[in-house]
């Protein structure tokens, strides 16, 4: 049983109303010029839409990752509100304390502000392989944070190492295909937005998004915000260095990976579950593999399991979305 958090209720929370269009999406940027990301970096872009939802009252917790290592190099840094560095192990374990914190200090009246947006901005590493435990911890103890995972399926930081969400048949510098494993990476990758729903009750919002879709990540951060307890949120954030793609097609491989079902787009909102995202015409997943080099040695028995995936993958949804026989 998740610890209660009475507290909750006489503590004063920012109310952050849901974004109309992106015409009318807050000009305050705080995630700014300053930082060496690669040129179409989607974690990147995924930080600067979380940030721009968020707003001015919010702290970032930031485990080592891409986004620590490009984000912070010679003492400078591009965030224009509070930012600290944990471990890529222990996320969540910050975020609790810092949390913790200001709860205490607001109820013993030494802050008299509003309970600041508490967000962890974690890789896919420091979300659902290493810092899985913190970020459970966080969850079980029930604090009043929102974790975001910016996922681009691979351990990027580090020299494009698996990680859990490494697609089938990815080719990664620990998962080379060759004789012996043709396909590359042989496992499926960790559903983690399933295991917080079904795992932690005092989750109450738990969402997928991509950088692709930015009104629906961006409402999704207010959404998760908004909530008075602990919060998930996992974005899909391509990674032209990591995926071996042209820069400039960033936003192009996130729309294909939803179109494909590579990615579903969805929301569980106190324990109903809801598609935020339907693109209007199926796309054969190989229009998506063959955009990546990471996907450039597998056979079409191979391309046939992640068709047969991804097939599944949207009936699950309930998603019937009409085929179309295109391809590039």
């Not at 901005?121 to 970020?135: H, R």
């Not at 996922?151 to 859990?164: F, K, L, M, R, V």
């Not at 590359?184 to 879709?213: E, F, I, N, R």
């Amino acid at each position: 049983m998740a610890v209660s958090k009475p507290e909750y209720e006489e503590i004063k929370h920012e109310e952050l109303e849901l974004i109309p269009s992106l015409a009318k999406a807050p000009d305050l940027e705080t995630y700014v010029p300053g930082h060496r990301t690669c040129a179409g970096c989607g974690p990147a872009l995924t930080y600067r839409l979380v940030a721009k939802a968020a707003g001015k009252n919010t702290i970032f917790i930031g485990p080592t990752g891409c986004m620590y290592v490009a984000n912070s190099s010679y003492l400078c840094t591009p965030y224009a509100v509070p930012w600290t560095h944990a471990q890529i192990t222990n996320g969540g374990g910050v975020a609790s304390g810092i949390e913790a914190a200001y709860q205490a200090m607001l109820r013993k009246k030494k802050y008299d502000g509003s309970f600041p947006n508490i967000i962890v901005m974690a890789g896919d590493g420091g979300g659902t392989d290493i810092g899985l435990q913190a970020m459970s911890g966080m969850m079980y103890r029930g604090h009043d944070a929102l974790f975001v995972t910016y996922d681009n399926e691979s351990y990027a930081n580090t020299g494009i190492q698996t990680s859990p969400t490494t697609p089938y048949g990815g080719a990664t510098t620990f998962t080379p295909p060759g004789p012996k494993v043709p396909e590359g990476k042989k496992l499926w990758p960790k559903d983690v937005p399933a295991m917080v729903a079904t795992g932690h009750p005092a989750v109450k919002y738990v969402a997928t998004a991509s950088v692709a879709y930015p009104l629906d990540l961006m409402n999704k951060v207010r959404k998760a915000l908004n909530k008075k307890g602990p919060a998930y949120l996992h974005i899909h954030a391509p990674c032209p260095k990591g995926w071996t793609f042209d820069s400039n097609r960033t936003i192009e491989l996130g729309r294909l990976a939803v179109e494909t079902g590579m990615w579903t787009i969805y929301e569980i909102d106190e324990g109903e579950r809801k598609i935020t995202v339907t693109p209007k015409k199926r796309r054969p997943v190989k229009d998506y593999l063959a955009l990546q080099g990471r996907f450039k040695h597998l056979s079409e028995e191979h391309i046939a399991k992640l068709q047969a995936y991804c097939d599944e993958k949207l009936q699950e949804a309930g998603l019937k979305i009409p085929a179309t026989p295109r391809t590039r």
